[in-house]
């Protein structure tokens, strides 16, 4: 993920991603600072900070993709969603990640609740239209707590099982 600032030509330079730059498959934001109109009297009125269209889809998409991952995961949140911010000239703060501490370790005792803790944490980690790699990791995790889970109810089950005679 990139930040850039283009200011107006009239100021300074542009700053813009060079087309090899732009052809990578990066995410760019670009904040645009240029000078607002002259009043009647002479004097500029002041700078006008724009954030792009796409800083704006891209705060509401981390938003959203939280949001989705907070709703599914319930009880099995360690936390609640903490967002990376990009900052912008005027103090703006655009989300451009997020992360939810999961509470991944077993149920001691309790092998049935370790299960229903790892597949509710699985639908949480996919419930995003588009998981990250990050998301897909902690649904690894949450498969391993769920055969290990699986395991324990299995052995459970054969020793409390009467002996067949």
Do not use: C
Not at 23 to 28: G, P
Not at 39 to 50: A, L
Not at 117 to 143: F, G, H, M, V, W
Not at 151 to 162: F, K, N, T, Y
């Amino acid at each position: 993920m990139k930040i850039r600032y283009s200011v107006d030509p009239e100021r300074s330079a542009s700053f813009s991603p060079p087309s090899s730059e732009r052809s990578r498959r990066e995410t760019v934001i670009v904040i645009s600072l240029r000078r607002t109109a002259v009043d009647g009297d002479g004097r500029s009125r002041g700078d006008e900070v724009r954030i792009s269209d796409e800083a704006l889809a891209r705060d509401r998409q981390v938003r959203s993709h939280e949001s989705a991952h907070l709703a599914s995961l319930g009880g099995a949140a360690a936390s609640g969603v903490s967002y990376d911010y990009a900052v912008g000239p005027g103090g703006e703060r655009i989300a451009v990640g997020g992360k939810i501490a999961v509470d991944l370790s077993e149920v001691p005792g309790d092998p049935a609740a370790a299960l229903r803790k790892a597949r509710t944490i699985i639908a949480a980690a996919n419930a995003p239209a588009d998981p990250s790699a990050a998301d897909l990791r902690t649904a690894a995790e949450a498969y391993r707590l769920a055969a290990k889970a699986a395991e324990d109810i299995r052995r459970e089950r054969e020793s409390s099982a009467p002996p067949i005679p």
